[in-house]
């Protein structure tokens, strides 16, 4: 696993301060970075330490372009529930990121197909990823790369699992309103990113983390393919890592 850079933290707070460190030496390393990033609960707190950061003024986030990793489809940017709206509340409007440079898919796009299209050259144009961070579900999918994506999959549309409805429905008001579809990098995308961090806490993800680092690799665990990237950091709290 010399690819693979494990730090098991503490605890939730302790694992989003790591992570955020390793996007701050990033950006300080290089003020033009592009950042791959991710929704969800588990990169808020990190999320929470780079605007301290920036606040700090210790970071700048001028130089930097960042790429989501999908966004609900159809969706409206400003619906709440949208990715967009997320990562505007969650980070973007709290930092001097220029707004050109953030990309997310067009959850309003009228044709999708060319959206994804587009999607993918803009992150060529951009010079490619150099860090992508990773939630990962609890079926091991990355992004909306549910079990059974090829692994070859760039930026696509996709229909929704059940599961993973089901689990989002939290954050809307009835189930009938999540969206059944979505735009995300597919596997290849996330994979041509130069250095992935992936993020996990809390014990009902100890048995899908250990499956992504330690099971077969098979597209039945999307996850599992980063055991075949050559540079990725994985930062989780003590209760994922419980079975590792
Ligand atoms: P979570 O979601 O961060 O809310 O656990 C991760 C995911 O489903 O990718």
Sequence with gaps: ?????????KDY???SEK????IFDH???KADSVLGLATGSTPVGMYRNLIEMHTNSKLDFSGVTTFNLDEYYPISRTNDQSYYYFM?????KHVNINPHNIYIPHGEASDIETECANYEKQIDKAGG???????IGLNGHIGFNEPGTPFHSLTHAIELH???IHSNA??????????KRAITMGIKTVMLSRTILLLASGEKKADILFRTLFGEITTDVPSSVLQLHNSVFVIVDREAAKRL
């Design 1 to 9: 696993m010399n690819n693979i850079k494990l730090v098991v933290a």
């Design 13 to 15: 707070n302790d694992m």
């Design 19 to 22: 992570a955020a460190k390793i």
């Design 27 to 29: 950006v300080k390393n």
């Design 88 to 92: 505007q509340e969650n980070l973007f």
């Design 129 to 135: 990823i150099d860090l992508q961070v990773l939630g």
């Design 162 to 164: 059940e599961s993973t």
């Design 170 to 179: 939290r954050f809307f008001e009835s189930k009938a309103d999540v969206p």
